[in-house]
């Protein structure tokens, strides 16, 4: 692992904080050496043909070039060895990634809405189901348009910018956006995708280190592109549960506020981070 880690760190790669990102780093490590190699092979080839083919030695110039068939027959095994590598290899593996998702119970399944420019996030609370959302509810500090009416909604937690999961426990994290498509990017775990209005796209991954990481828009999405960042903390189990907890207990100060409570109190739990327009 240490002497793979070599063109990784190079690259600015970040240490891998997941249990597929290995995986990741073995073949980012693999393909860089092996552009090296061919790098190094063309190289020598240029400067073959430099000397090979000089004017001194070369006075005129040939119109008819190679006469030979072998450029055909290369050309056409190279084309059948990258077919076999895509197809038997690359799409099975990518395959094997988006098809086989963790069990549903076995896994954190988090809802995260991307908008210009932040990171929403939307956990189904105590009762562990998601509270129904719509757009005609959506407000500043209702980022989600949670529906009030929703029993199932009531205990729902949503923060901004920072999301906290248990070590060492597959997380599924389903993308959205409610504006332009974005790409939730986490370097440390190895793992990015797409957030595209009007679709779900899931992606999961297992942390396998505690700790404070990165969170970045991999998709150029606005003005406020480069500042869209958060944060993901890996937690240890009784940390998450502590975390869970407080958060519960914000959510339900906000789903039902006290008889007689300004509505201006009911802000999302990180004012600071609280949407913009125009970042
Ligand atoms: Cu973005």
Redesign the pocket.
């Known amino acids: 692992m240490s002497s793979l880690a070599l063109i990784n760190e190079f690259l600015g790669q970040p240490p891998n904080a997941s249990s597929h990102g290995y995986q990741i780093d073995h073949i980012l490590e693999f393909c860089h050496w092996f552009m090296g190699a061919l790098f190094l092979g063309w190289s020598a080839f240029f400067i073959f043909v430099l000397i090979r083919f000089r004017k001194r030695r070369q006075p005129g110039a040939d119109h008819l070039g190679v006469r030979s068939g072998i450029s055909t027959h290369l050309e056409f095994s190279v084309v059948l060895i990258e077919a076999v590598l895509l197809l038997g290899f690359a799409i099975p593996l990518w395959a094997k990634r988006v098809n086989q998702f963790p069990p549903g119970k076995e896994a954190l399944v988090v809802h995260v809405v991307?908008q210009?420019?932040s990171f929403n996030y939307h956990l189904p609370g105590p009762d562990g189901q998601f509270g129904r959302r719509d757009v005609s509810f959506v407000s500043n500090s209702n980022p989600l348009g949670l529906d009030p009416n929703d029993p199932a909604g009531k205990d729902d937690i949503v923060t901004l910018g920072e999301l906290h999961v248990p070590v060492n426990r597959p997380v599924i994290a389903e993308l959205s956006s409610k504006d332009?498509i974005?790409?939730y990017f986490l370097p440390a775990m190895r793992i990015a995708g797409d957030a595209i209005p009007g679709s779900l796209i899931p992606i999961w991954f297992t942390p396998i280190k505690t700790g404070t990481y990165e969170v970045i828009?991999a998709?150029l999405?606005?003005l406020g592109?480069y500042g869209?960042k958060g944060t993901l903390v890996v937690d240890t189990p009784a940390d998450y549960e502590a975390w869970l907890k407080e958060r519960a207990e914000l959510a339900g100060t906000q789903s039902a506020p006290a008889p007689g409570a300004p509505k201006t109190e009911n802000k999302p739990p990180q004012p600071a981070a609280s949407p913009s327009p125009g970042g």
Do not use: S
């Open positions: 991307a210009q420019f332009v974005h790409d828009c998709q999405c606005g592109h869209m």
